[in-house]
Structures are given as structure tokens and as C-alpha cells.
């Protein structure tokens, strides 16, 4: 069991912000709304739209890591994410709100974000969404010019031998 406090998180993180607030926000109202608890395996999947401080909040509570397979980037720069529960089928994206009653001083505004009523912070839709397949191992090969391996599904050739992104775009 973990501990799903905002100062466990934090601890995770590594400092407290206003992002990490409203990530640990957005992923409370998310699990809620589904009913689920942290994934124990890849039963919870989170497509994130930006690499900001709540994306940790989203590793920790929801236990969708980039390693298990069930974290998924998606770079178009919106503080959203989107969590399906594979066994259900069901999905929800929880967005955050702009907060004009927020006070504008860090402290205080984090503050708020921890304990301010739902509603005032984030939105949470119910959405249709194909989970995508389970994580799978992949053969590896052993570039031709580094030495390196390199997933053989990312491997290019180069000079009729396997090797990796990029000594593929290398120019001797």
C-alpha cells in the first residue's frame, strides 16, 4: 500500500509546486470517477498531453509508469490526461481549470489547489477510448556502429547492417 498523500508525493517528486497540486488533483478526481484503485499491473492505462510536474503525480498515485507500458505521451502541450480501466472498458479525461479565484502567491495558491471543492479545479468527462495493447517485450539487436543494443522495431540499416536512430542518420 502506498501512501497517496500530497507529501508522499511531493517526496517523489521532489518539491512542492502548483503543477505537482493540480496533477495530484486531477489524479484523485480521475480515480474517483472510475472507481479503481492504483494499478497493481497494466489494468490502468494514462495518456498524459504534456511532461510538467503533475505527470509525476500521475506515476505515483495511479501506478501508470512509462516502464510497465501503461503511461502513455502524448506531447500537445494540454494539462490533461486521460485514464481507461482495460478491464471495464471505461475511460475519463480530467482536465484543470483555470482557477481565477486562486490566489496568485505559490504558497498560497498550492494551498488552494489541495483544498479548493473539486468543481473549482478540475473537470472530469467520461470519453470513449480504445485502450492500446499490453506491453510487450521486444527482441533487441546490437547496432552495427555503436555497439549499443537498440529495440529491433526501432533498428534502421545502415549499409545493409541493423543499427540504431542515431548512427542511422550519421554521416562519416
Same mark, same amino acid.
Given at each position: 500500500?502506498?501512501? $497517496?498523500? +500530497? =507529501?508522499a508525493v511531493a517526496q517523489f517528486h521532489g518539491h512542492v509546486c502548483p503543477g505537482l497540486a493540480i496533477g495530484f488533483r486531477m489524479v484523485q478526481a480521475a480515480l474517483a470517477a472510475l472507481g479503481v484503485p492504483r494499478a497493481a499491473d497494466e489494468d490502468l492505462v494514462a495518456v498524459v498531453e504534456n511532461d510538467a510536474? =503533475?505527470?509525476d503525480a500521475v506515476q505515483?498515485?495511479? =501506478?501508470?509508469?512509462?516502464g510497465k507500458g501503461n503511461l502513455i505521451f502524448r506531447d500537445i502541450g494540454k494539462h490533461a490526461y486521460t485514464f481507461c480501466h482495460r478491464?471495464? #472498458?471505461? $475511460?475519463?479525461?480530467v482536465r484543470s481549470l483555470e482557477a481565477p479565484g486562486a490566489p496568485p502567491e505559490r504558497e498560497a495558491r498550492i494551498a488552494w489547489l489541495l483544498s479548493a471543492p473539486q468543481e473549482q479545479v478540475v473537470v472530469v468527462?467520461?470519453?470513449?477510448? %480504445?485502450?492500446?495493447?499490453?506491453? @510487450?517485450?521486444r527482441a533487441?539487436?546490437? *547496432?552495427? +556502429?555503436? #555497439?549499443?543494443?537498440v529495440m %529491433?522495431?526501432? $533498428?534502421r540499416v545502415r549499409? =545493409? @547492417? +541493423?543499427? *540504431?536512430?542515431? *548512427? $542511422?542518420?550519421a554521416r562519416d
Open positions: 500500500m502506498i501512501d $497517496a498523500s +500530497f =507529501g510536474c =503533475g505527470v505515483y498515485l495511479s =501506478g501508470c509508469t512509462f478491464p471495464s #472498458g471505461r $475511460a475519463v479525461r468527462e467520461k470519453v470513449q477510448m %480504445e485502450p492500446p495493447p499490453c506491453a @510487450r517485450v533487441s539487436v546490437v *547496432c552495427a +556502429f555503436c #555497439g549499443e543494443r %529491433e522495431t526501432r $533498428a549499409d =545493409g @547492417r +541493423f543499427c *540504431c536512430i542515431p *548512427c $542511422a542518420s
